[in-house]
């Protein structure tokens, strides 16, 4: 079985500043799919950020950037020049790519709660 | 605008009681998914629908039941069999990945449960 493991419970950083998400997984797929989701106070839950398994090249999104490390099955978050609306929690989530069986069906790690202090 | 209705925000239920969560979308998707959210714990998969008339238990599915009578409704039981219902309820769906080739859930606004 697949699964997320984000280590960090808590987080914090000043605004304007850098900061790092954790995320590591198991699994035995070569071909899958990572996440990061952003789930505001408001409860909504947003994509983030998407990796292909086969894809060298770490995904990025604006302030927003992931460094994969497939070997090390590790999916970190980059978040640059935090900004007060980046405080939320964040979700690793994995998706392996076993075709329409298997669409939909994600493994989230345990959330890390991301402060930004002004 | 596209999107996915969860409905109600808020509910609060006896012990003993059946309640209906309802999720309904607007963006043509095939599949639509409940996720559970508790405290420490991230989601975990309910129940899951591909297809209308057809849908398949995810990890947590005792005490739970579902239906997928039309495309875009998805609705979710929470039976009085389900020892701890008290959580936050996430529906979500997506396109078929094979079309989109993007994995990408799309989520609604959650309805909390609280068992009295």
């Known amino acids: 079985a697949q699964t997320v493991t984000q280590s960090q419970p808590e987080m914090s950083v000043q605004e304007a500043e850098t900061v790092t998400l954790s995320c590591t997984y198991d699994t035995s797929e070569s071909d899958y799919y990572l996440f990061w989701y952003k789930q505001p106070p408001s409860r909504q839950m947003i994509l983030v950020i998407r990796?292909?398994?086969?894809?060298?090249q770490n995904a990025t999104e604006n302030r927003f950037s992931v460094n994969f490390q497939k070997a090390a099955k590790s999916f970190s978050l980059k978040i640059s020049d935090s900004q007060l609306g980046d405080a939320a929690m964040y979700f690793c989530a994995y998706l392996v790519n076993a075709g329409g069986t298997s669409y939909g069906k994600l493994t989230f790690g345990q959330g890390t709660i991301l402060t930004v202090h002004p | 605008d596209g999107g996915i209705t969860q409905s109600p925000k808020y509910l609060f239920r006896k012990e003993g009681q059946n309640v209906t969560l309802s999720c309904e979308q607007n963006?043509?998707?095939?599949?639509m998914y409940w996720y559970r959210q508790d405290p420490g714990q991230g989601l975990r998969l309910i129940y899951y629908?591909?297809?209308?008339?057809?849908?398949q238990k995810g990890d947590i599915a005792e005490g739970y039941s579902v239906s997928r009578e039309k495309k875009e409704s998805f609705p979710l039981t929470v039976t009085s069999a389900q020892k701890n219902p008290t959580a936050f309820y996430l529906c979500?769906?997506?396109?078929?990945?094979?079309?989109?080739?993007?994995?990408?859930?799309?989520f609604g606004e959650g309805s909390r449960l609280t068992v009295l």
């Open positions: 963006l043509n998707h095939d599949a």
């Open positions: 629908s591909q297809i209308v008339n057809d849908f």
């Open positions: 990796q292909e398994a086969y894809k060298q």
């Open positions: 979500a769906s997506t396109a078929r990945v094979f079309e989109t080739n993007t994995g990408e859930l799309f």
